[in-house]
């Protein structure tokens, strides 16, 4: 097994740093006559060639003792699995298909979940990895259908991490592309932004849980070929991220690995290896200091129950898009959810006809940290997902995936760092394509970004999807108070009725947590949510001619604003002026700081107007020359001084969270910030790095400090 291939190694050129080279792919014959990938870059076979998946079954499921752990886990409960070395991504089908067939068997497993984290710093191209993946589903049918699932979520080989959320499964991958002591680094081990703070009347119930590896697959290319992927900073991460009863498990008997592992708090086994490898060895943390939780006192203490910490009820306090995809988020962990606002859903500045789905772009060599790409590309996948809940509903579509065309007149990205992208993600089309679905003809289109998994988001058709969940309550209340003690958080507000008593009969919600997503009002509820700046937007609407249909862009256009066409859904009068089934043409917004009205201004219509005709002017011979009977919405964005959103626990609280500030990006943020919140709550990794969890911290000292 895992003989390395004889044949040198090409000289390669060093990729600029947090900029992802693709793995380079050559095929020999196993023992069977059928073609295995051997990797370019280290001249390693990428599995056994007895039989790749009877090795991943032996070596890491069997010696990580899997099949019995997850066959255990209690309601709720997550298990986490680590591997060094995603490859194929055989082990991580092995790894699911156990799961799934588990949780058939099993149905008090239908809420527990199976987290798999992964890294690669050479990622197999999406051609390559589904010709190997082909094979795979044809010698293992019992694979194909999760091979099908996980092709069509493969993310574009950008650095960071890349959340897919398996929801039906109740799987979730991370895949953190780049240097495997950097990814594993990026893993936030703790939330310590309260460890400094002093609380009284918390109970041990309330300890902090860290997150923690419960089994590792260790399965870099032999130490002979990647001495990287078993250097010594390698286990001390291992370390920091396990407690004791961790196991690991790997092919390799090498001493390197055998001291690495020893040395970081690993009793080690040799044990019979897969096909002609007599050896392999076994591991478990014996003990590690990092099993320890935060009690009362904020004094370090052994957390004696590892469930203890899992909520079974909280309150999302809001209901515009972070308030939606946190309810939702939250509810699909399990987890019951009262949402509640002083108006309905979507009321506020998230109720618009549509949002576009797009990135504000940034030089590839930023994007490890950088919250937008990541945000973009996650909030993409679940869009669809929901669309294809959607389609079983026989409900408007959530993500109408139009593709995008950024004429960069605002941005700081120009059409050569464009070129360091994958294609799938971002790109420049040519001038003739680009004039073509812009509906320009006198405006130079060489310099263009082109994203053609953009598109536009359906707010009302969002709203119903989470609604429908089961998990999730929502009513509508005027919160006044939130009271926190030791073992709960109370809820107090005003709900409206015809009698006009309801201030003398005040509704009280208790809950395990709250999350506070109430925009620029969050700071109303709770002192300690920085007051953030107001920006007021108003968007235009109005119904095109069939001869100005013509004449317009066919996909959305960003420029100094952005405009889109857009065709009235069943679910769009609900909020706005809009008729089914009639083409619209939607364009803006405007942005007046410090102003927190939502009145319609007539004016604004006409600078949504002036601005789209001062980029291209050309569209003035195909817009109407009166706005007066344009429809119009406006809302009030909400920003930090730093532009990054407030996510996380706030300071001398234990129980109450919040998730805001979104700016004008909610629908790209707020569902991988969601995530982030959820497994911060519930004591998991979340799909954000450390640096990035830091910047969003709503106790910063860049929003405290005093002046």
Not at 31 to 56: R, T
Not at 61 to 67: D, I, K, V, Y
Not at 414 to 429: K, L, R, S, V, W
Not at 519 to 535: G, N
Request: aromatic share 8%.
């Amino acid at each position: 097994m895992r003989k390395p291939h004889k044949a040198s190694k090409p000289p390669k050129k060093p990729a600029p740093p947090n900029v992802i080279s693709p793995a380079k792919i050559a095929w020999q014959n196993d023992d069977a006559g059928n073609q295995v990938p051997v990797s370019g870059e280290f001249g390693d076979v990428y599995f056994s060639h007895a039989d790749g998946l009877a090795e991943s079954r032996h070596v890491f499921l069997a010696h990580n003792q899997l099949p019995e752990r997850l066959a255990n886990l209690a309601d709720k409960q997550c298990f986490t699995v680590a591997e060094l070395g995603f490859g194929t991504g055989l082990n991580f089908l092995a790894t699911w298909q156990l799961w799934r067939q588990l949780r058939t068997q099993q149905p008090y497993l239908t809420s527990a979940r199976l987290h798999f984290i992964t890294t690669e710093k050479y990622p197999i191209p999406l051609t390559d990895l589904t010709q190997i993946l082909s094979l795979w589903a044809q010698r293992a049918p019992e694979l194909a259908e999760l091979i099908e699932e996980f092709l069509a979520n493969y993310p574009p080989l950008i650095a960071g991490c890349h959340r897919l959320n398996f929801i039906d499964d109740n799987v979730t991958l991370d895949i953190w592309l780049g240097d495997a002591g950097d990814s594993l680094a990026s893993l936030d081990a703790l939330d310590t932004s309260n460890i400094f703070d002093t609380l009284d009347i918390l109970d041990n119930d309330s300890a902090i849980k860290r997150p923690y590896v419960d089994a590792w697959f260790l399965d870099g290319f032999a130490p002979s070929c990647n001495e990287t992927l078993w250097a010594d900073t390698i286990f001390t991460q291992m370390q920091r991220l396990s407690r004791t009863g961790t196991t690991a498990a790997t092919y390799s008997c090498a001493g390197i690995v055998k001291r690495g592992l020893q040395t970081h708090g690993f009793i080690i086994k040799k044990v019979k290896g897969f096909g002609r490898k007599h050896e392999m060895l076994t591991a478990i943390m014996a003990y590690n200091a990092n099993s320890l939780a935060l009690n009362d006192d904020n004094n370090i203490s052994i957390l004696p129950n590892p469930l203890s910490h899992i909520p079974s009820h909280i309150v999302v306090i809001g209901a515009g898009v972070a308030g939606l995809l946190t309810a939702w988020t939250l509810a699909n962990r399990g987890i019951a959810v009262t949402m509640v606002d002083k108006v309905a859903p979507l009321a506020g500045a998230s109720g618009n006809p549509r949002a576009l789905l797009a990135p504000n772009m940034t030089p590839i060599h930023h994007v490890y940290e950088h919250l937008h790409s990541i945000g973009y590309l996650y909030s993409g996948r679940l869009y669809r997902y929901f669309n294809q809940q959607a389609a079983l509903q026989q409900t408007p579509l959530i993500l109408e995936q139009t593709g995008t065309l950024d004429l960069l007149i605002k941005t700081n990205i120009g059409t050569a760092q464009i070129a360091d992208y994958p294609n799938e993600m971002a790109t420049t089309i040519t001038t003739e394509e680009a004039r073509r679905l812009s509906g320009l003809k006198l405006k130079d289109l060489a310099d263009n970004l082109y994203l053609p998994q953009s598109g536009l988001v359906n707010p009302q058709a969002l709203k119903t999807i989470i609604l429908a969940h089961p998990n999730i309550t929502y009513q509508q209340l005027s919160v006044t108070d939130v009271k926190e003690t030791a073992d709960k958080v109370t809820v107090i507000g005003d709900k409206d009725s015809d009698n006009g008593n309801n201030s003398q009969n005040p509704v009280t919600i208790c809950a395990d947590n709250v999350v506070i997503c109430a925009a620029y009002e969050s700071h109303q509820l709770d002192k300690r949510i920085v007051e953030c700046r107001t920006i007021r937007g108003q968007l235009s609407w109005f119904t095109p001619t069939d001869e100005q249909v013509a004449g317009l862009p066919q996909l959305p256009l960003k420029y100094s604003g952005y405009c889109a066409p857009f065709i009235g859904q069943s679910d769009d009068p609900e909020v706005n002026i809009i008729a089914e089934g009639q083409q619209q043409f939607l364009l803006g917004a405007s942005f007046v700081d410090a102003d927190a009205s939502t009145d319609i201004r007539r004016e604004e219509n006409q600078q949504n107007y002036d601005k789209l005709l001062e980029d291209m002017p050309e569209l003035g011979n195909v817009l109407p020359d009166d706005t007066s009977a344009w429809q119009a919405r406006a809302g009030v964005r909400t920003q930090t001084i730093d532009y990054h959103p407030l996510v996380g626990r706030l300071a001398q609280s234990r129980r109450i969270w919040t998730l805001s500030a979104m700016g004008a990006k909610g629908y790209a943020l707020a569902p991988i910030c969601a995530e982030a919140l959820a497994d911060m709550m519930l004591g998991c990794f979340t799909p954000l790095s450390a640096v990035t969890l830091a910047r969003l911290s709503p106790n910063r000292a860049r929003l405290h400090k005093a002046g």
